[in-house]
T-cell receptor
């Protein structure tokens, strides 16, 4: 149980285009999901907290207009990188916090984004 | 704010024991996670400490001292597959704050 999927697992896009990444909790409901970004040999940096039915909460320094987050259901959150640039190339990972009250977040397998 | 300090790299021998230390300063501290992360993969959960003391789970144990802002992860009977990064991650308000991690190299 407690499986989180991400789609796509990797994506290559041209500079200036937008890319959408999906995060799904497959066998549990998650009111709260988190989006992280990780550059090579760096730590996972929390970008935003996604709450079902309400606006996401962004961490300091993360542009909300560039990284659009939608959490329309208890099992799906999406992150859209708008007008992507090469510096947005990174490993994007989501995690989901079960609505049941578990302290443990369950991580997706990550999405490797390369912007040419 | 938060400040997490753990060694950047460590090397140990297969079959041995290694202890990875972590100190942290986190406002609104709830508890502390340890995660394992292999290159190019998402982190996997190892342990979560809320109270002071040692939690043992098979070959892995984790210790927490809240008053000292200190934790360690102890890995016993090291195996080659334990070569990975180990992330010390304090939590506050359901958010997990990750340190840069300790890259552990296991030698045969």
């Amino acid at each position: 149980g407690a499986v989180v999927s991400q789609h796509p697992s990797w994506v290559i896009c041209k500079s200036g285009t937008s890319v959408k990444i999906e995060c799904r909790s497959l066998d549990f409901q998650a009111t709260t999901m988190f989006w992280y970004r990780q550059f090579p040999k760096q730590s996972l940096m929390l970008m935003a907290t996604s709450n079902e039915g309400s606006k996401a909460t962004y961490e300091q320094g993360v542009e909300k207009d560039k990284f659009l987050i939608n959490h329309a259901s208890l099992t799906l959150s999406t992150l859209t990188v708008t007008s992507a640039h090469p510096e947005d190339s990174s490993f994007y990972i989501c995690s989901a916090l079960p609505t049941s009250g578990s302290y443990e977040q369950f991580f997706g397998p990550g999405t490797r984004l390369t912007v040419l | 704010g938060q400040n997490i300090d753990q060694p950047t790299e460590m090397t140990a021998t297969e079959g041995a024991i290694v202890q990875i230390n972590c100190t942290y300063q986190t406002s609104g501290f709830n508890g502390l996670f340890w995660y394992q992360q292999h290159a190019g993969e998402a982190p996997t959960f190892l342990s979560y400490n809320v109270l002071d003391g040692l939690e043992e789970k098979g070959r892995f144990s984790s210790f927490l001292s809240r008053s000292k802002g200190y934790s360690y992860l102890l890995l016993k009977e090291l195996q080659m597959k334990d070569s990975a990064s180990y992330l010390c991650a304090p939590s506050r308000d359901d958010k997990i704050i990750f340190g840069k991690g300790t890259r552990l190299h296991i030698l045969p």
